[in-house]
Each structure stands twice: as structure tokens, then as C-alpha cells.
């Protein structure tokens, strides 16, 4: 098995707010992220698609491709956006790194023909990131790191 990665880039802004939960409480649970007017991230995208390599070309899956999807699905959708109020797919969502990477999965999962897609890692900040992986029945899981 054999896994390649694909970095994209993206600029975007959010806050942390549960519309079900007072004032108070969202300034106690998600602190200056509960900024309403936002805040901006440069965050950085890691997909991984696993495979064995076609015996023709040697790779897992056409490189060029997998960034054509990257661009269509995700940086049109996400880049200089914020995350709030102009990405449908969030709505309902506080858009966490978390909820972010398991967005990208979701966009990404059906489009991948070549191999499987085997992780997707959000980076919010140097410091801080999120994978999504697929579980046995395939549905997506998210982890967190620091």
C-alpha cells in the first residue's frame, strides 16, 4: 500500500457560536473565538490517497487530477470565504477545524476514482489540526491534534 499526499493552501474566516447556548456561555466555552465579526485562519490541507500503483504509470492516481478536484471542491468553495455565512455545506455547523476536515472528506470521498481516500488533515494553525479517516463501514471519523 502505497500513500501520496496533496497540500492545497486556503484563507478563510469563522467564529465559534452555538446559537442554543446564552451569550454568557459562549464567551466561557469558545472565548475570543466567539467573536461574531470573525477571524481569519491561513489554514493548510493535507489529503492522502492510498492505493497500489497502476503497473503503466507507476502512480496511485493521475497527481494532476487529484488537483483539479482539490481546486473545484474545496478552494472554490472555501478559499476567502467565511466559513459562517457564505459555505452552505456548514450551515447549522460551528465550523470547527474538526467540522472543516470532515467537510473536505465528504466533498472529496466521492470524487476520488483512482485509490481511496485515506486521511484529510486540516491544518488551523501551525499548532493545531484535524484528520478525518475513513472507520470500517466508511463513514468518516475526525481526530485532533496539537
Not at 499526499?5 to 465559534?16: C, I, P, Q, V
Not at 477571524?39 to 504509470?57: K, R, S
Not at 450551515?91 to 483512482?114: D, F, H, S, Y
Request: charged share 25%; net charge negative.
Amino acid at each position: 500500500m502505497i500513500r501520496v499526499t496533496r497540500r492545497l493552501e486556503f484563507s478563510a474566516a469563522h467564529f465559534y457560536h452555538n446559537p442554543n447556548l446564552s451569550a454568557e456561555e459562549n464567551r466561557r466555552i469558545f472565548g475570543k473565538c466567539n467573536n461574531l465579526h470573525g477571524h481569519g485562519h491561513n489554514y493548510v490541507l493535507e489529503v492522502t490517497v492510498a492505493g497500489e500503483p497502476d503497473p503503466a504509470t507507476g502512480m496511485v492516481l493521475d497527481l494532476k487530477e487529484l488537483k483539479d478536484i482539490l481546486q473545484r471542491e474545496v478552494a472554490e468553495r472555501l478559499d476567502h470565504r467565511h466559513l459562517n455565512y457564505e459555505v452552505p455545506e456548514l450551515a447549522g455547523q460551528i465550523p470547527t477545524c474538526e467540522n472543516v476536515a470532515r467537510l473536505i472528506w465528504q466533498l472529496l470521498e466521492p470524487k476520488i476514482n483512482q485509490g481511496r481516500l485515506d486521511r484529510v488533515r486540516v491544518y488551523e494553525s501551525p499548532d493545531l489540526f484535524a484528520d478525518c479517516t475513513a472507520e470500517a463501514d466508511g463513514q468518516p471519523v475526525g481526530a485532533v491534534g496539537e
